[in-house]
């Protein structure tokens, strides 16, 4: 596998506070993903990098950014926390060993906005 | 409209029985991937299929592409309790390095 560790785990926060996440992965993959999970929507795709400093929007992007300042980092930043965004978070990279495609997931990091 | 439409959402077997979960796509598929997650875990990479008529497997789980439905199917048999978990398909459009999931079946497996 890729080596893709996220952090923290789980983390509880106050709305309107800013939170970030980081995903680090050790095998150098270009492409970088972060992906939300909710009941209901299935896994839906926030930020993508194809590149150090080069980052493009997914499809549910409002009130995310992200940095990608080295290779083997990927960060998403919630600038103000709100509700909607208690979520669980996947990071993922290629993984051309599972087809051209394929990702590679982290284990997820659950955040609770209240 | 979904892009990826997955059937059945929830599914509860009995262990030994056989199962089916589809997949299908409102797009031109170019890749077609599957995925577990173990309930609070990541996903896991099962499958990956992309031609028309493929067919794969990974232990009990076998896997096979429509290309002209634009359908997968992965059917699982003699379940066990191990078997049980989030299914999601994700696939990949014309040179999109991007993968669309749909919503994932959740199966239950009652030893």
């Not at chain 2, 076998?62 to 290309?67: F, P």
């Not at chain 2, 398909?89 to 009652?110: D, E, N, P, W």
Request: aromatic share 10%; net charge positive.
């Amino acid at each position: 596998d890729a080596g893709i560790t996220q952090s923290p785990r789980h983390k509880v926060t106050e709305t309107g506070t800013p939170v970030t996440l980081r995903c680090h992965q050790t095998e150098n993959h270009r492409y970088m993903y972060w992906y939300r999970q909710d009941p209901g929507h299935g896994l839906r795709l926030i930020h993508y990098s194809y590149g150090v400093k080069d980052t493009d929007k997914g499809e549910v992007s409002d009130g995310y950014s992200v940095s990608r300042s080295k290779t083997e980092d990927f960060l998403l930043t919630l600038e103000s926390a709100t509700s909607s965004q208690t979520s669980v978070y996947f990071c993922a990279t290629i993984s051309p060993r599972q087809g051209p495609y394929g990702y590679t997931f982290g284990s997820g990091t659950r955040l609770t906005v209240v | 409209s979904q892009e990826l439409e997955q059937s059945p959402q929830s599914l509860i077997v009995q262990e030994g029985k056989n199962l089916t979960i589809n997949c299908t796509s409102s797009k031109t598929l170019y890749g077609l991937y599957w995925y577990k997650q173990k309930y609070g875990e990541g996903l896991i990479f099962l499958m990956m299929l992309q031609k028309g008529g493929e067919e794969k497997s990974h232990e009990k789980i076998t896997a096979k592409l429509d290309e002209k439905k634009q359908q997968s199917s992965l059917h699982i048999t003699a379940s066990q309790p191990s078997h049980a978990g989030i299914y999601l398909c994700g696939i990949s459009g014309a040179g999109s390095y991007q993968l669309t999931f749909g919503k994932g079946t959740k199966l239950s497996v009652i030893p």
